[in-house]
């Protein structure tokens, strides 16, 4: 039997304060999505098919490099966010939420990065 009140039940079960953040986070993002996906449709779009030159002197460009640099990373942090969401709500398991959540993690932020470099590499080094 239990001497505690329902109050003292529910102490840390509840919300850990960071709910706004998250939302706000995710709103965030979306709405900077919106135009960097517009300005990376605009410099990759004409870049398919083209030739291996044609496509190393457009990320030659500073602000092209920069706009889909900031692309990628944004979108992959987007990703990251959404999955997260995805697994906290359907993943029971505690050992197999810690795993997913952190697999998932590295996997975004890897390629993320991956793109970033890949892009910088060719603005730097052609």
């Known amino acids: 039997m239990s001497y505690k009140t329902d109050l003292g039940r529910v102490i840390g079960l509840g919300a850990a304060n960071e709910g706004v953040h998250e939302w706000f986070t ?41 706009v889909v640099i900031l692309f990628l990373l944004v979108v992959f942090k987007h990703l990251a966010d959404g999955i997260k969401e995805i697994l906290l709500d359907y993943v ?24 970033a470099f890949a892009v910088a590499k060719i603005a730097f080094a052609g």
């Open 26 to 66: 995710g709103r965030v993002l979306s709405v900077a999505l919106v135009p960097l996906t517009l300005a990376f449709l605009w410099i990759v779009g004409p870049l398919i098919g083209a030739e291996h030159a044609a496509v190393v002197a457009a990320f030659q460009n500073p602000f092209k490099a920069i």
């Open 92 to 115: 029971h398991g505690k050992a197999t939420l810690t795993i997913s959540l952190v697999a998932t993690r590295l996997i975004c932020y890897f390629f993320g990065a991956a793109g």
